[in-house]
């Protein structure tokens, strides 16, 4: 029988996320959450996400790069709070980051909050001097 897990303890945090956001200095990995998926059976879960308004600054142009990401994970025990992931996302605005570093960045703070039984992470940039790149990270 599934059971919907307390989530209780994570209201507080929820709570600061836009002031962590307008706050943030150090790493944009503090603003991301993770809460339990509870058991649904012997089931595996898949979870697909996509993000169409990621920008980015060009660290060498200085001009924006916007695109989306795509995230599929296979959650293990938790999963992604999305609100706080659309935070994490938005403090990359004024960051000047390529775009597979940015992509790199996005799976090594996904894989550390969520353990995941699987993760992959696509970003796909606009075409910008008529190149357009897609860049994934499994």
């Given at each position: 029988?599934?059971?919907?897990?307390?989530i209780?303890?994570?209201?507080?945090s929820?709570?600061d996320?836009e002031n962590?956001?307008?706050d943030?200095?150090?790493?944009?990995?503090?603003l991301?959450m993770?809460?339990?998926?509870?058991?649904?059976?012997?089931?595996?879960?898949?979870?697909r996400?996509?993000?169409g308004?990621?920008?980015?600054?060009?660290p060498?142009?200085?001009?924006p790069?916007?695109?989306?990401i795509?995230?599929?994970?296979?959650?293990?025990?938790?999963?992604?709070?999305?609100?706080s992931?659309?935070?994490?996302?938005l403090s990359?605005?004024e960051e000047?980051?390529?775009?597979?570093?940015l992509?790199?960045?996005?799976?090594?703070?996904?894989?550390?909050?969520l353990?995941?039984?699987?993760?992959?992470?696509t970003?796909d940039?606009?075409?910008?001097g008529g190149l357009h790149?897609v860049?994934?990270?499994r």
């Amino acid at each position: 029988m599934f059971t919907i897990p307390d989530i209780s303890n994570l209201l507080e945090s929820y709570k600061d996320l836009e002031n962590l956001l307008e706050d943030n200095q150090g790493d944009p990995a503090n603003l991301l959450m993770a809460f339990p998926l509870g058991k649904a059976g012997e089931s595996e879960a898949l979870v697909r996400i996509k993000y169409g308004e990621l920008t980015a600054f060009c660290p060498w142009t200085r001009f924006p790069d916007q695109g989306s990401i795509h995230v599929t994970y296979g959650p293990n025990e938790t999963l992604l709070e999305l609100k706080s992931f659309k935070y994490y996302l938005l403090s990359f605005r004024e960051e000047h980051i390529t775009q597979e570093h940015l992509a790199q960045k996005v799976y090594h703070d996904l894989y550390e909050v969520l353990q995941p039984r699987s993760l992959e992470v696509t970003l796909d940039y606009m075409p910008r001097g008529g190149l357009h790149t897609v860049f994934t990270v499994r």
